[in-house]
Structure formats: C-alpha cells, structure tokens
C-alpha cells in the first residue's frame, strides 16, 4: 500500500514533513526567468521552462531530508499545456531523486469520469493495447463531496497500482467552517462524517502499519478539531497542510500523530519555497535557503513528536 512507503520513508529520514511544489515566476531569480525567456520566448513555455529548472534545484536541496513532494495542479495549470507538461517532468524527476509524490489536485467526479481521473493521476490509459502512464504520481488529493460514487473508481486504482487517495475533511482555510462545520441529522459535524467515510472506504486499502491507503487531509489552523479526528479515525492516515506561512506551527501539528510518531505528514509550501525572503539571503540563494528551512522545520516538529519508530 503506498502510504506504508512513504511511512517507511519517513521513519528512515525521521521527517514526517511534505514539500509543496507550488512555483510562482516571482520566486523564480530574474536571471533564471530571462534565460528561460531567451531561450523558449517569453510566453507559457518560457514560464514552464523556468518553473521546471525552480524545481529541479528545490528537489536537488531537499531530496535527501524530506520524504515528499506535493505538487498543486492549479500553479502548472495556469501555463497551460507547457505548465502540465512541466508538472509532469517535476513528478517524474522527483520520482527519479526516491520522493514520494503528492499531487494535489482536489478531484472530484463518479463513473467512468472518476475512472479517468484515477488512470489519469494514478493508474495508466491504454492506448493502442498499450498500458501507458500519464502522470504516474503516488497518491492524489480528492474531494468526497460526491460520495462514495466518487471515491471507489480510485480505491480500485489504489489496490491495483499500490498508490493512494487523501479525501478533503477539515480543510485550513479560514471560512472551511461554513461547511465543514455544518451539523448532519446524525449530530456529526460533515468534516466528522467525511473523516468516517476515510475509515470505511480505507477498509478496501488496509496498510501494514495501521494506517489504510484513504487519508484524510486535515488542516493545521485547525489544532483542535485536528487532535477530535486523530482520535476517531485511527486507520487514516492525515495531510497536514496550513504549517508555515498560513500560520500553524509544531504545536497545532503535534496532535495529528500517534504514539509511534506516526499517522500524519505535514506540508509546507510558500515558508520552503520562499525562506530565502525570511533568511534575507539573495534569491539566487533559494535553493539552499530552502533546505535550511526545510531542516528547521524537522527539527520543530520532532521536538514535539519526538523519534519516529515502526
């Protein structure tokens, strides 16, 4: 089951933390973005030229102090065909470094659409009696709004292809609770129920370490309601996101792990990507600014977890 590898990575690297691949040309050195522009044009290749060789140097800092990469489609989409084709190389050559990678990219369908969308991110398309790989990422990030029609198209590719799913339960934004927060006839808020269905549906993928191929993402900004599903969702494995610039820190994150240090992996995006602001290091710094804060951010959370162990 594919979260037993990236446990294992986490628990070898002793870092239970999940960088977010979420490149903007701002973060991207002038000199980088003009070579890229002298060579491509200064257009969508240009641009997806720049992100790709941004990422490259970022998954060259960390890959050896972090388990996990997480891709958001949204900031390749955005460049068009020449962005997703960059977001393909960026999952591929993380890949190649040994990172777990994570695209986040919030689907949400049922029938044969979901089934695309599964073949698409984590399975393979056949073509001319050819099973081929689109994106080939490890687990992708789902929206169960739809029910249990949107999530078994993909726990059948998850038990086929060893890849997994986290399905949105708490997320970090600030209005979440206008939802999420929302009483059912049962008395269970939805981001409980969603948080329940995870088990279920999780029962189809279990994992040798406890935790099931459904997780659940869970936001950081929510430590509470955070440490409330840690407890009633013992077999669901947690993405983190909401730690760093969003505001939740090692304490807000501490009760999304069990005793073991395990259950959990927390995200970091525009705090790693853009640390060279924080250190006041020249941006052609990034990359190692990046590992800086990467390690820092390790180190606070181990302070709170303490050692990982199997």
């Known amino acids: ?56 140097h970022i998954i060259d800092a960390l890959a050896d102090i972090v388990p996990a990469v997480k891709p958001q489609c949204a900031y390749y989409e955005m460049y068009g065909w020449q962005g997703m084709k960059a977001l393909a190389e960026t999952i591929s050559y993380a890949k190649s470094k040994g990172l777990f990678v994570i695209v986040d990219g919030k689907r949400n369908d049922i029938g044969t659409t979901m089934q695309a969308y599964a073949s698409a991110w984590l399975g393979t398309t056949q073509v001319g009696g050819e099973d081929m790989e689109a994106f080939c990422a490890d687990a992708l990030t789902v929206n169960g709004y739809l029910g249990t029609d949107g999530i078994l198209p993909l726990t059948e590719v998850c038990k086929a292809k060893d890849k997994g799913i986290f399905v949105l339960a708490k997320t970090s934004n600030p209005s979440s609770s206008e939802l999420q927060d929302q009483r059912l006839e049962s008395g269970k808020t939805l981001y409980e129920a969603l948080g329940l269905f995870c088990e279920e549906w999780g029962s189809k993928v279990p994992g040798k370490y406890g935790y099931s191929g459904v997780g659940a993402v869970v936001g950081a900004t929510w430590p509470m309601q955070l440490r409330q599903l840690r407890e009633i969702l013992p077999h669901t494995f947690f993405l983190v996101p909401g730690y760093g610039a969003q505001g939740g820190g090692a304490e807000d994150v501490a009760p999304a792990f069990d005793n073991n240090g395990l259950g959990a992996v927390i995200n970091a995006s525009r705090s790693i990507l853009c640390a060279w602001k924080k250190q006041g290091a020249p941006q052609e710094e990034y990359a190692d600014c990046a590992r800086k804060e990467a390690i820092l951010m390790r180190n606070e959370i181990l302070r709170q977890v303490g050692e990982i162990r199997l």
């Open 1 to 56: 089951m594919a979260f037993d590898r990236l446990i294992e990575k986490i628990a070898e690297l002793q870092n239970p933390t999940v960088v977010g691949l979420d490149p903007k040309l701002e973060y991207i050195p002038e000199s980088d973005r003009e070579k890229a522009f002298a060579e491509h044009g200064c257009n969508f290749a240009g641009a997806a030229a720049a992100i790709l060789e941004f990422n490259k």
